[in-house]
Each structure stands twice: as C-alpha cells, then as structure tokens.
C-alpha cells in the first residue's frame, strides 16, 4: 500500500536582500509548475535593486514534441546601473528561445537564440570618450550553445566530483552587433575529511570575445574582472582602464580561477555556520581602444581571505574578506563584500 500526497505546484515569492554589489533588493515571483495538468511550467518575475532592475516571464516545455527534450522561452527587460564603475546606464529588452537535452548520464548540451534591444545611455559629459562613443540603440541577434560535462555529487555544497562547460555566442545574424565569444570554465572538488566536511576546491574560468568584421566589441559585450570573481577587488576593478576618468571599460580576454579551503567550524548543525579561505587569481586585457589615457597591463592580480557564512532565521548571510597580493596601481580594492537574501 502506498499512500500518496500531492503538493501545491504552484508558488508566490517575495524576497527581500542586500549585497554589496546590488544593493538593496526586493523581488516577486510566481511560478506554476504543472500548467494545465501538463507538466509546463509558467513563471514571472520582478525584481528591484539600488543597481540593477529586471523583468521577465518564461514558459518551459520539459516533453517538447513527445521527446526527452527541453524547450520554452523567456521575455525580458532589464535595467543596470553601471555609473559607479563605468559612467553609464544600460537598457536590455528582447527574448531568448532555448532548448536542451541529454546526451549521456553526465554529459547534456543547451542551444538557444537571443534577440534584444539595447539602450546605453545617460553617460556624462565628463566620461571617458571611449564610453561616450558608445551612446545610443543598438540591436543584437545571437545564437548560442553551452555543454557541460557534470561529475559532482551535487550542485549545491559540493563535497566531490568535477566538471567542465564551453559556451559559444555569435551575435550578428541580423541586428547591428556582431562578436564571436567563446568561455570554458570547470571545477574540482575534493573531500578531505568526510567526517568533519573539509573540502578542496579548485576552479577555473578563461573567455575571449573576438570582433567580426571593422565593428568593435562594445564594451556591454565585453568581460569585466572584480567583486564576486575576484575577490579583494572592486566589481569591475581590475582591467583596461581610463585613468583620466577612471571608468572601467572592460576587456576581451579574460582569465580567473580559485582555490577554496572549505573549514568545518563545528557549528554547522547547530548554528549553521560556515568558514572558507579562498586564493583568488585572475587578469584581464584587450580593449578596443587605444590612447595616453588608457592603461591595460596584461599581468596576473592575486587576493587571498576568508569568508564566513550563516544560514539564519532572516535567510543566509555572507561575508567575504579579500586581500589583494599582486595588483596594479590603477585597480580599485574592495576589503569587505556582505550578502544577505530571505524569500518568503
């Protein structure tokens, strides 16, 4: 005899959160995950922060045709404040169309197709020139696919296992931007001590972004180094850089990578606290843009820290010390980052 008790499939949200990078932040969700006795799932969002803006609804078909195949769409709008670090704001509306599928227990690849409109705007008069070029409307149409290849034990808290993923981007099948990007990035995790939870991790991202044709990559298409993937240092902190301005203007070759130590405090259980050492390694170089002003060193930044972590009754909380031991003059340091979120 097996008793069975069916769950709501539908859900409504309201999050609240602070972290260094956003700002304050609310969001609203509601989400329906077996739509009409299917299986679809139909969900949207809203969310607001200091810096950051974004609106979206999405629809996913997880049997598409019959077939063990993903399929479904997302319809966005998103705003961004990016005058602290580059001295413009930025608008992004349009919609992606995706699909996915397994190929192997491990091994699962995604394509999807975006089409959006952007709008750079309200950059000062007194930005670097090389921002205020880039003012106005533009169109991007790209294709793209990501595959990964998975071995861990889980995706949150993992404690072994590996795994490696490639994404490729080509914009220019219609609109006026046109770029080829390319990313790898993977990780391993090792467990020390099963018993007390010490785990090693090692991960590592490299990308570049190439320009096709005489168009340059603009720079809301380009790589920025900084914040929460290199920690010690400002979001955006590290790379090309008008030093007259000092707006970051992003780079086309990226590289970054760190080394966690995961540290068992004894309090996990009772006071759901964690600790983790971190070494942190990266750089950033490439920049379509020349001139006296403009400083780009293609030499490695290190940070080393700690960060500690706590799952309390207002939602998890963390925060991050970062140091920086090799660094470049015009690189902004950020110490301290904090994070905190709690859904509803």
Request: proline residues 2%.
């Amino acid at each position: 005899n097996v008793e069975v008790e069916e769950k709501s499939t539908g859900d409504f949200s309201i999050g609240i959160g602070f972290s260094t990078s956003s700002g304050g932040l609310m969001e609203f969700k509601i989400q329906e995950r077996n739509l009409l006795g299917k299986g679809q799932s139909l969900g949207s969002m809203i969310s607001f922060a200091e810096r950051r803006e974004e609106q979206s609804i999405n629809f996913t078909e997880p049997y598409f045709l019959g077939h063990e195949v993903v399929a479904g769409f997302d319809v966005f709008r998103r705003s961004m404040d990016e005058e602290d670090y580059s001295s413009f704001k930025l608008d992004q509306t349009g919609f992606t169309l995706r699909t996915g599928y397994v190929l192997s227990e491990h091994l699962r690849q995604t394509w999807n197709y975006t089409f959006q409109q952007d709008d750079l705007r309200d950059v000062p008069s007194t930005a670097s020139r090389f921002v205020l070029d880039q003012q106005g409307d533009f169109t991007t149409s790209k294709v793209g696919h990501v595959i990964q290849y998975d071995r861990r034990d889980k995706m949150i808290r993992t404690t072994e296992g590996w795994f490696v993923a490639m994404r490729n981007d080509i914009a220019g099948l219609g609109g006026n931007v046109k770029y080829l990007r390319n990313s790898i990035n993977g990780g391993y995790f090792q467990h020390l001590d099963a018993e007390r939870d010490w785990v090693l991790s090692y991960t590592a991202t490299a990308g570049y972004v190439f320009k096709i044709g005489g168009d340059q990559v603009r720079i809301s298409d380009r790589f920025f180094l900084g914040g929460t993937n290199l920690r010690g240092f400002e979001d955006s902190g590290v790379g090309p850089r008008d030093i007259v301005t000092n707006d970051a203007l992003g780079g086309n070759f990226l590289y970054n990578g760190s080394v966690e130590l995961r540290v068992p405090l004894g309090l996990e259980q009772t006071a759901g606290i964690s600790s983790v050492f971190f070494l942190d390694f990266g750089s950033l170089t490439e920049v379509d843009a020349t001139g006296p002003e403009v400083r780009d060193e293609f030499s490695v930044r290190m940070s080393a820290g700690f960060g500690v972590s706590w799952d309390s009754p207002f939602g998890p909380v963390r925060g991050d010390f970062g140091f920086p031991i090799m660094k470049e003059g015009f690189d902004e340091k950020e110490i301290f980052r904090f994070s905190f979120g709690r859904v509803f």
